[in-house]
C-alpha cells in the first residue's frame, strides 16, 4: 500500500477535487459582492443626479441600473451558494469513501490503536470539516472582492477614505490569522477527545448485554462519563477560543468602520465630498462590515479543517498489519495448509499441517490460542515467528486481498447487515448453504421469509438466528479454505446435529478448519488438534482423544 496523505494533501484534494464547483462558486460570490459594493455607490450617484440636476429621466435610468444590480447579485449569491455546498458535501463524501476503503482494505492497520466509534467520528465530522474548506474559499473570495471594490469605490469618492481601506485590510486579515492559531490547536484536541468518546459509546452499546451479564454497568458508566466530561472540556475549550476570534475581530472591525465613517463625514463638513459621495462613503463603509467580520467565521473553518485533515491523514496513512510481497498463489488452490513454527501471542512454535478437502478439528484449551490461531490463518497479522503456508506458498508473500478469495475465516460472532435475509446469505446458487445451516427453519419463523428485513448487526434476530445466518453466508462463499470459529454455540442441540451434517455436506472435498469444543462438531471431523499451552499436545480421531487423552475430555466434555 502505497504511503498515506499528509494533513496539508487531504486538505488540497479535498479542494482540487471539486475545483469546477469552488471556481464557480468563487466567481459567481465576487459577482454578488461587487453588484452589493455598487449599490451604496450607485444610490449616491441617484442622490446627486436628485439634486444637482432634478432631471427626471436620469433619476429613472439610474434606478434602472439599480434594479439591474439587485437582480444580478441575487442570483449570483443563489447560485454561488449552491456550488459552495455543493462542493463541500461532495468533497466530505469523497473523504468518507476514502475513509472506508483504508479501513476495509485486506491489510488492515487503520484500526490500530482506535476504537470503532473514533473511525467512525473521523469519517463523519472530521470528513464534513474538511469538506466545509470548499465553502469557506468561495466566502474568502467573495470576501476579498467586496474589500477590493470598496476600497477603490472609496478611492474614487475620496483617496484618503481609500487608502485607509487599502492599508488597513492586510492588517485585518493577518490579525484573523493569528488570532485563529488557539482555536486550531484546540479544534484538534477537541474532536481527539470527542472521537474517543463516540469510540466508548459504541463500544458500551454493543457490549451492553455483556455488561449488564457481569454486573458491569456501573463501572462502564463511570469510565464513559469521565471521557464525557473531558470532551466537553475539550469542546468548551475550543468554543472559547471561537468566541475570542469572533468577538476579537468584531470589535477591531467596528473601530475600523468607525474609523472610516468619521473621516468620511469631516471630509464631507469641509466640503471635499458631496452628499451623494457622503451617502456612498458611509454606506461603503457599512457593506465593508461583512467582508471585515467575515474572515474570523472564515478563518475558524481553516483552522477546523486543517485540524480535522490531519486526524483523516492519520487514518489514511495508517501502516498495514499486512502486505504481500510478490507471492502468487496457485490456479486452481488445492487447500493444503500448513503452520511451521508459528509463534504468535500465547502460540508457541506450533506444527501443523491440514490435507487438501481435510475437514479438521481444533480444540483450543486456552481460548487466547485459538484466538492467535484464527487471526494467523486468516492473516490479520503475521507471526511473530514461522510461516503459515497455502499450497507451498507463504501467505507472508501474498497479497492480503488475494489471500481473502481463498481463505475464509468466519467468526462465531460475525455481524449482519441491513437488508433481507437473502441478501445476507450472498447471491447464486444459495440453497445447500441455507440447508446447511439450517436457515430454513429461521426464515420459516420470520413474517416475511427470506425476503424479511434485517435490522444492523442483525439485532432484529435472535442470537442463535443470527449465527446460522452468517454460517450460511460463510457456506455459501464456497472458498477453497474455510475456517469456522464456534459456529453453533447459540443453537440448540437438534439444530446443532443438523448442521454439523450439512457442514460435512456442504464442505465435501474443500479443506475445513473448525475451531471449537463441541463434541457434535468434532465427530464428525476427519481428525481432531488439540492445542493447550500454546502448541499442538494431541492429534487423532474425536473418538480416540476422547478415549486416551484427560485434557481433551476436560475441554470438550466440561
Not at 441575487?74 to 476514502?98: D, M, P, T, V, Y
Not at 467512525?120 to 472530521?126: E, I, K, L, N
Not at 483523516?312 to 499486512?322: D, F, I, K
Not at 434485517?454 to 462463499?477: H, I, K
Request: hydrophobic share 50%; net charge neutral; charged share 15%.
Amino acid at each position: 500500500m502505497p504511503a498515506g496523505p499528509t494533513g496539508r494533501e487531504v486538505l488540497r484534494r479535498a479542494v482540487t477535487g471539486q475545483r469546477r464547483h469552488v471556481v464557480a462558486g468563487s466567481v459567481l460570490g465576487a459577482a454578488h459582492q461587487t453588484g452589493e459594493a455598487l449599490v451604496p455607490v450607485i444610490v449616491g450617484v441617484v442622490i446627486d443626479e436628485a439634486i444637482s440636476t432634478g432631471a427626471s429621466d436620469r433619476l429613472a435610468l439610474w434606478l434602472g441600473v439599480l434594479a439591474v444590480v439587485f437582480v444580478v447579485l441575487s442570483l449570483s449569491f443563489r447560485h454561488s451558494i449552491r456550488n459552495a455546498e455543493r462542493a463541500s458535501h461532495l468533497a466530505a463524501h469523497q473523504i468518507r469513501a476514502e475513509l472506508t476503503a483504508r479501513v476495509l482494505h485486506p491489510g488492515g492497520g487503520a484500526e490500530t490503536g482506535r476504537l470503532s466509534g473514533e473511525l467512525t467520528d473521523v469519517a463523519s465530522a472530521d470528513a464534513q470539516r474538511v469538506g466545509a474548506v470548499n465553502l469557506a474559499l468561495p466566502t474568502a473570495t467573495a470576501a476579498v472582492t467586496a474589500l477590493l471594490v470598496g476600497a477603490v469605490s472609496l478611492l474614487r469618492v475620496s483617496i484618503p477614505l481609500g487608502l485607509l481601506v487599502l492599508v488597513a485590510a492586510p492588517g485585518l486579515l493577518g490579525l484573523a490569522h493569528l488570532l485563529g492559531k488557539p482555536l486550531e490547536r484546540r479544534s484538534h484536541a477537541e474532536q481527539e477527545r470527542a472521537a474517543h468518546a463516540s469510540g466508548i459509546a459504541t463500544d458500551l452499546v454493543s457490549g451492553l448485554r455483556a455488561l449488564k451479564g457481569i454486573g458491569a454497568e456501573a463501572a462502564a458508566a463511570d469510565r464513559y462519563r469521565v471521557t464525557s466530561q473531558e470532551s466537553m472540556a475539550a469542546a468548551i475549550r475550543a468554543a472559547r477560543s471561537r468566541a475570542w476570534l469572533d468577538g476579537s475581530m468584531l470589535a477591531v472591525t467596528g473601530v475600523f468602520l468607525a474609523l472610516v465613517a468619521l473621516v468620511g463625514g469631516r471630509l464631507a463638513a469641509a466640503g471635499d465630498i458631496t452628499v451623494g459621495q457622503l451617502v456612498t462613503a458611509v454606506g461603503l463603509a457599512q457593506f465593508l462590515l461583512w467582508p471585515l467580520s467575515i474572515f474570523a467565521w472564515v478563518n475558524g473553518l481553516f483552522a477546523q479543517g486543517r485540524a480535522s485533515a490531519r486526524r483523516v491523514a492519520e487514518v489514511l496513512a495508517a501502516a498495514p498489519a499486512v502486505s504481500g510481497t510478490g507471492g502468487a498463489l496457485p490456479s486452481p488452490v488445492r487447500g493444503s495448509v500448513r503452520l511451521r513454527g508459528v509463534s504468535h501471542g500465547t502460540l508457541r512454535s506450533v506444527d501443523l499441517e491440514v490435507a487438501p478437502g481435510e475437514l479438521l478439528g481444533v480444540v483450543a484449551h486456552d481460548p487466547a490460542d485459538a484466538s492467535a490461531l484464527l487471526r494467523c490463518l486468516g492473516r490479520e497479522v503475521d507471526p511473530e515467528a514461522g510461516t503459515v503456508e497455502l499450497d507451498g506458498v507463504p501467505l507472508s508473500t501474498v497479497d492480503p486481498a488475494d489471500i481473502r478469495t481463498a481463505v475464509v475465516v468466519a467468526a462465531h460472532d460475525a455481524d449482519l447487515f441491513e437488508g433481507t435475509l437473502a441478501q445476507n446469505i450472498g447471491t447464486g446458487d444459495v440453497a445447500p448453504a441455507v440447508q446447511a445451516a439450517a436457515v430454513h427453519s429461521v426464515a420459516a419463523a420470520l413474517p416475511d421469509g427470506h425476503d424479511t428485513l434485517v435490522s444492523a448487526r442483525g439485532r432484529s434476530l435472535s442470537g442463535g438466528q443470527r449465527q446460522r445466518v452468517a454460517l450460511a453466508r460463510a457456506l455459501a462463499a464456497a472458498p477453497p479454505v474455510l475456517v469456522l470459529h464456534d459456529p453453533t454455540t447459540a443453537v440448540d442441540a437438534v439444530t446443532e446435529v443438523e448442521v454439523a451434517a450439512g457442514i460435512r455436506r456442504v464442505r465435501d472435498g474443500r479443506t475445513t478448519v473448525v475451531v471449537t469444543t463441541s463434541p457434535v462438531l468434532l465427530s464428525t471431523t476427519d481428525h481432531v488438534v488439540l492445542l493447550a499451552g500454546g502448541g499442538v499436545v494431541a492429534r487423532g480421531t474425536h473418538a480416540e482423544l476422547v478415549r486416551d487423552d484427560e485434557t481433551y475430555r476436560a475441554a470438550v466434555l466440561s
